[in-house]
């Protein structure tokens, strides 16, 4: 990538203006303008990706920068390899979105979303920010029964019922088979962004913005 720098927000805004930039990484603390104004000014005129810098400390902060429009965060402190696999992961996700909306694709109702995952049901065909992840068919059915429920919860009784189609007697390789399914779409699988866990209740897939 071709890397331009700014001190602070007046400067990024600048950097904007001369320069042709498909994603923005953004620290909350800034000397003459902040991140979060940063963030509210570009997206007057700018639609691509932006990723948010915060502090463990700055919960509030972190809630006002995507609510102005910030795609993503990053808590400090943070590896390169993470920050690098977030940029990948948005900027991949950002142009097949500018691809389908240029070519007006109809969306396939077998076709199921959820931020920068996609389970293609005929095809039997995960893909997360484009790249495509190798399920086991019971890996693929749990993944499938979720994504096409954004937001509800399974409890892990229902989710063996529905994939084996029989009464449920041990539920434990439920919890295994999720684990595995984190391991393959999640950036990082202890923070997982897509398949929860909702404590004493079951699993559901978080609902994307």
Same mark, same amino acid.
Request: no cysteine; net charge neutral.
């Given at each position: 990538?071709?890397?331009? /720098? ?13 320069e042709? #930039?498909?994603?923005?990484i ?21 639609? $691509? ?5 915060? @502090? ?13 429009? @910030? ?9 390169p *390899? ?10 991949r ?17 077998? !076709?199921h ?18 790249? /495509?992840?190798?399920?086991t068919?019971?890996? $693929?059915? #749990?993944l ?11 409890? @892990? ?17 439920? *919890? ?8 393959? !779409? ?7 962004k ?7 209740i079951?699993?559901? *897939?978080?609902? /994307?913005?």
């Amino acid at each position: 990538y071709a890397v331009f /720098q700014a001190a602070n927000g007046v400067e990024g805004l600048e950097t904007l203006e001369r320069e042709k #930039i498909d994603l923005a990484i953004v620290d909350v603390m800034m000397p003459r303008m902040d991140g979060i104004t940063m963030v509210a000014k570009l997206r007057e005129k700018y639609d $691509f990706p932006v990723l948010f810098l915060s @502090a463990k400390s700055e919960e509030v902060d972190k809630i006002l920068g995507l609510n102005m429009g @910030a795609d993503d965060y990053i808590t400090k402190p943070f590896t390169p *390899m993470e920050l690098l696999a977030r940029v990948n992961s948005h900027l991949r996700r950002y142009h097949r979105f500018m691809d389908r909306l240029n070519s007006k694709q109809e969306d396939d109702p077998r !076709i199921h979303r959820a931020g920068g995952l996609e389970v293609n049901e005929d095809r039997v065909e995960v893909l997360v920010d484009g790249r /495509q992840v190798k399920m086991t068919p019971i890996e $693929f059915k #749990i993944l499938l029964l979720l994504i096409k429920h954004p937001g509800r919860v399974f409890s @892990a009784e229902e989710i063996y019922e529905r994939v084996w189609n029989e009464k449920a007697v041990n539920t434990e390789t439920i *919890m295994v088979h999720i684990r595995n399914i984190r391991e393959k !779409i999640e950036i990082n699988p202890k923070e997982p962004k897509y398949v929860k866990v909702v404590w004493g209740i079951g699993y559901k *897939m978080e609902k /994307q913005m």
